[in-house]
C-alpha cells in the first residue's frame, strides 16, 4: 500500500529530473556551437504548432486589456467626447457592448475552428495526411483565430474594470472604443478567412506551397558558387586513408526519424576524441536503437595531427576511445523525432508534391492533371538542384583566428582536419523518388507517362555534366517500358514511343541547351502536311 502511495510522486520527480537533464546537456558548452541553427529549429517547431500564435494573441489581450484601462484613466472625459467615433455612453451601455462582443467573437472562433477542421480532413482524405502540416502552419489561418480569441480575453477583462457605483473612473471609454474597433476588424477578418481557405484547399495553391517549400529547403542546403578553398581541403590525404584507421561502430541512441544533423557539434566531437566521424544514414531515414548510423574512425597515434603543441596552437589533440561523454554528445549532435515531421530535408518537401499525385491517380479520385502539376513543379525544384553546387560531404575542423598572433596566421598556410563525413544524396535518388515514384503509379496513364517524358527534355536543360545526362536517359527508358507494357491500346504505345524516341534524340545531341524540343507526333505531321496540300 506504501509503495502504491509513493510509486506516482517517485515517477514524476524521475522524469522531471530526466527532462532536466537533458536540457542542461543539450545547451552545454559542447553543443552550443550549433546554437544559431537549434533556435531556427526551435522557432520552426514553434511556428509548426497550431497554438503558438493564437496564444501570443491571447497574451496581448490580457497586457492591453489593463494598459488601455491605465491610459484612460489618465485622459480627460471631456477630451475623449471630442472623439466622433469614441465611446460616450454609461456604465450599462459598456457592459452591454462588451458582452456582445465577448459572446459574438467566441462564437465565431468556433465557427473557425469548425471550418478549419472539415477543411483539414478533406484535405487528409485527398491531398494525404503529411499535407495537414501546411494548412495548420498557415500564418494566416493562426492569425484569424488568435484575433477572435484575443479580442475575447481582452473584452472579457475590460468588462472586469467597468464599475457601477464609481463616477469618475467607472467606464472605460477608450478601452470600450478599441473593443469596439477591433470587433469591427474580426468582421473583416471572418470574410477574409472564408476567402483564405477557398484558395487553401484548391489543389494548385497546395501544390505550389508544397513547391515553395522545397526550394527553400534547397537553397539552404545548395549553393550558387564552388567553394575553392573546399575543394583543397579534399586533396588532404585522410580523404582516402581514414577507412583503414580501427573503426568503433555508431549506434543510434534511440528509435526515430532522423530530423537534423547539427554539423559544428559533430566536427567539435570528432576533433575533441582525435578521430573521423562518418555518418550513413541521411536526413529522414528511420533507424533503431540497433541500428549502425555510422563509424567512429580513430586516427593512428602517430598521425602528423597528432602533434603535440606546434605552431598550430590548440588544434592537436591525442586521440582517445569514444567513452560515455562521446555517446552523450552524440546524442546532441543529431535530432531523432518518433513520426517523421517536417525539417529542412528536401527529400521531404518533394515526397509531399509525389504524394498529392499519387493519390490523384488513385482511382478514387482519378485526377491526372493534377498529376502533371505535381510532375511539372518537381522538375522545377530538380532543375534548380541539378544547377547548384551539392552540399559537401567531407566537413573540416579548421583552425579558429586568434588575433594574439597574427603573425602565425600569415606565415603559415590553411590547416584543415577532415572530422565528418555526411551521406549527400545525389541527384539521380531524388529523381528516383519523386518523379519515378509517380511513374509507378502512372503506367497506365499516357497523359502523366508524357508529362514525366516532357520533364527529361526539361530536365536536360539544367544539367551540367555527363552523369546527369545518364540519368535522364535511364528514367527516360523506364517511362518508355512502362507505357509499352502497360498502356491499352497499341496506338498509345506507338505515341509514348514516338515521343521518347525525340527525347533520347534531344538529350544526346550536345548543343541542345541552345534548342527548342516540342514533340510532334506522327498523326500531326500527316494532317500538316495534308493542309499545306489543301492550301497550295
Known amino acids: 500500500m506504501n509503495n502504491t502511495k509513493y510509486k506516482l510522486p517517485n515517477n514524476i520527480i524521475t522524469i522531471s529530473l530526466q527532462w532536466v537533464r537533458k536540457f542542461l546537456h543539450l545547451w552545454s558548452i559542447q553543443t552550443l556551437t550549433n546554437l544559431p541553427e537549434r533556435l531556427r ?160 484547399i484548391q489543389a494548385s495553391h497546395v501544390i505550389k506551397d508544397a513547391s515553395d517549400d522545397a526550394i527553400e529547403n534547397i537553397n539552404y542546403w545548395y549553393s550558387d558558387n564552388c567553394e575553392i578553398q573546399y575543394q583543397r581541403d579534399l586533396t588532404h590525404e585522410d ?124 482511382p478514387g479520385i482519378n485526377d491526372p492533371k493534377t498529376a502533371v502539376n505535381c510532375v511539372q513543379s518537381l522538375t522545377a525544384c530538380l532543375s534548380l538542384m541539378m544547377r547548384r553546387q551539392p552540399p559537401n560531404s567531407y566537413h573540416f575542423y579548421t583552425l579558429p583566428h586568434n588575433e594574439d598572433s597574427p603573425e602565425v596566421i600569415v606565415n603559415q598556410s590553411r590547416v584543415a582536419i577532415l572530422s565528418v563525413i555526411t551521406k549527400t544524396p545525389r541527384i539521380s535518388d531524388f529523381i528516383d523518388v519523386s518523379l519515378g515514384e509517380i511513374r509507378r503509379y502512372a503506367t497506365a496513364d499516357l497523359m502523366v507517362l508524357k508529362a514525366l517524358c516532357q520533364a527529361m527534355t526539361d530536365l536536360n536543360y539544367a544539367r551540367v555534366n555527363s552523369a546527369q545526362r545518364q540519368t535522364l536517359l535511364h528514367e527516360l527508358s523506364l517511362i518508355e517500358r512502362a507505357g509499352e507494357e502497360n498502356l491499352s491500346y497499341n496506338e498509345l504505345v506507338v505515341d509514348l514511343k514516338a515521343m521518347c524516341h525525340q527525347a533520347r534524340q534531344f538529350i544526346h545531341n550536345d548543343d541542345a541547351n541552345h534548342q527548342h524540343f516540342e514533340y510532334v507526333s506522327a498523326f500531326s505531321t500527316h494532317i500538316h502536311q495534308a493542309l499545306q496540300t489543301q492550301s497550295s
Request: charged fraction near 10%; charge should be negative.
Open 41 to 200: 529549429n526551435l522557432w520552426q517547431q514553434l511556428l509548426g504548432s497550431y497554438w503558438f500564435i493564437p496564444t501570443a494573441c491571447v497574451l496581448l489581450g490580457i497586457i492591453l486589456a489593463p494598459i488601455l484601462v491605465t491610459i484612460d484613466q489618465q485622459f480627460d472625459r471631456e477630451t475623449v467626447k471630442e472623439i466622433s467615433f469614441a465611446f460616450t455612453g454609461d456604465d450599462q451601455a459598456a457592459r452591454a457592448i462588451m458582452t456582445a462582443i465577448a459572446g459574438a467573437v467566441l462564437g465565431v472562433a468556433g465557427t473557425t475552428f469548425s471550418i478549419t477542421i472539415a477543411v483539414l480532413s478533406m484535405a487528409s482524405s485527398q491531398f494525404g495526411p503529411r499535407l495537414l502540416r501546411n494548412f495548420l502552419t498557415d500564418t494566416p489561418n493562426q492569425f484569424v483565430l488568435g484575433a477572435f480569441i484575443g479580442t475575447f480575453s481582452y473584452s472579457l477583462l475590460v468588462l472586469k474594470s467597468i464599475h457601477k457605483y464609481d463616477v469618475e473612473f467607472g467606464v472605460p471609454q477608450l478601452a470600450v472604443t478599441f473593443a469596439i474597433i477591433m470587433a469591427i476588424v474580426c468582421a473583416l477578418l471572418l470574410v477574409y478567412f472564408v476567402q483564405h481557405m477557398v484558395h487553401a
Open 239 to 362: 580523404v582516402t586513408q581514414f577507412s583503414d584507421w580501427p573503426a568503433t561502430a555508431i549506434y543510434a541512441p534511440s528509435s526515430g526519424y532522423l530530423q537534423q544533423i547539427y554539423t559544428e557539434s559533430l566536427v567539435t566531437l570528432a576533433q575533441d576524441y582525435g578521430g573521423v566521424l562518418q555518418l550513413h544514414t541521411n536526413l529522414g531515414h528511420f533507424v533503431t536503437d540497433k541500428n549502425v548510423m555510422g563509424y567512429f574512425y580513430q586516427r593512428p597515434t602517430d598521425h602528423a595531427s597528432n602533434l603535440q603543441k606546434t605552431q598550430t596552437a590548440n588544434l592537436a589533440i591525442m586521440p582517445r576511445t569514444p567513452d560515455g561523454l562521446f555517446w552523450q554528445r552524440f546524442a546532441t549532435g543529431i535530432h531523432l523525432e518518433r513520426r517523421p515531421v517536417h525539417s529542412n530535408d528536401i527529400a521531404y518537401s518533394l515526397g509531399q508534391m509525389t504524394e498529392i499525385a499519387v493519390r490523384a491517380l488513385s
